[in-house]
């Protein structure tokens, strides 16, 4: 099961980091990914990333300011969010699937979500 955590309130131009934990062996040869539920909004897709295959895809909305990253040692996997936006306010979530596609639908694993709050 997995568990995300690490949300909470910060002032834009901020930094937060989001963390996953999953089972042992739960990330290997798997694509991880972040999505987020803005209010009123859809599911977006945020990253996702199969290490196996050396193969990270951002949003281009997070390009350059978000990063995901993992700690095998921990079984975890991170997404550090930088010069945090008003408009990145919203639930994340992170998910595992077999490959790096956009649609969440194609994603099986789902932890509960974190809410990111970024005030003006």
């Known amino acids: 099961q997995l568990q995300a955590y690490g949300g909470g309130l910060v002032q834009a131009g901020g930094s937060l980091r989001l963390s996953c934990a999953a089972p042992?062996?739960?990330?290997?040869?798997?694509?991880l990914a972040w999505f987020r539920r803005a209010p009123g909004k859809e599911r977006e897709f945020v990253v996702g990333?199969?290490?196996?295959?050396?193969?990270?895809l951002y949003a281009d909305s997070v390009k350059g300011r978000f990063t995901i990253a993992r700690d095998d040692a921990k079984n975890a996997v991170y997404l550090q969010m930088n010069s945090l936006k008003v408009e990145d306010t919203a639930v994340y979530y992170c998910?595992?699937?077999?490959?790096?596609?956009?649609?969440?639908?194609?994603?099986?694993?789902w932890g509960q979500g974190t809410q990111v709050t970024v005030s003006s």
């Open positions: 990333t199969r290490w196996s295959r050396n193969y990270t």
């Open positions: 042992r062996g739960t990330f290997s040869g798997n694509t």
């Open positions: 998910a595992v699937g077999s490959h790096v596609v956009r649609d969440s639908a194609k994603y099986a694993y």
